[in-house]
């Protein structure tokens, strides 16, 4: 059998390309805290929390620090601030790259400020007081309800001072203030609920809250 000539070889299959780089692999060379803020959402889109933690990091305080200029109230500042990074992180996907991060979380921010502030505008006596009775079931003795919602004294007594003005109310405008005001439901619930034209529940609200704010001495803040 003849032998193949020495120095010769047989034909070889050309080089397989590499892979295509996958997303991942694609930010790998970047450390986390020298990637942009677009980078770092993309990253967050894939799954990645420690992208997204630090993006909290850079934003919270500027978010904090708008809120407090928007809403003034402390409380309603970090309850907000929680809901805009929250929503950020479920609603990741929407974002767009290479649209700029800051333009895109301050939208929420926004958005979730003007509502809370009509939602307070709705309620002027549950923002005067921070009665949240939220799911508290109202009623009973005033001083015992105001015991279940809180541990605090002050706000206890607040609590109590505000039931015992509402038993004083008519009975339409009793109904529409606890649907309202202390169970948050807006005027197309109520108007399922009750039957009742939102028109009417508005002109019932708007009386109701007036009178009850005049009973604990708070006529200017019931004023629209």
Do not use: C
């Amino acid at each position: 059998m003849a032998q193949k000539p020495a120095g010769k070889f047989s034909p070889t299959k050309p080089p397989v390309p590499p892979p295509p780089q996958t997303v991942a692999e694609e930010f790998k060379p970047v450390a986390l805290g020298r990637a942009s803020d677009e980078d770092l959402m993309r990253r967050t889109q894939q799954g990645d929390k420690q992208a997204f933690s630090l993006l909290y990091e850079r934003y919270s305080n500027s978010v904090l620090s708008y809120l407090y200029r928007m809403l003034g109230n402390v409380e309603d500042v970090e309850s907000i601030g929680q809901e805009v990074f929250l929503r950020a992180f479920r609603f990741a996907p929407t974002y767009r790259y290479p649209q700029k991060f800051s333009t895109w979380l301050f939208t929420i921010t926004r958005n979730l400020a003007i509502n809370q502030s009509r939602r307070r505008k709705r309620s002027p006596i549950r923002n005067i007081t921070e009665l949240n009775l939220d799911g508290v079931d109202i009623s009973g003795d005033p001083y015992q309800v105001a015991a279940r919602a809180t541990d605090d004294l002050e706000k206890q007594e607040e609590i109590a001072r505000v039931l015992k003005a509402l038993e004083h109310l008519p009975t339409d405008q009793k109904e529409v203030i606890v649907l309202g005001v202390f169970q948050d439901l807006s005027y197309a619930e109520m108007e399922e609920i009750t039957g009742t034209k939102a028109v009417t529940l508005r002109s019932r609200m708007f009386h109701g809250l007036k009178r009850l704010a005049r009973s604990i001495g708070g006529e200017e803040d019931a004023k629209e």
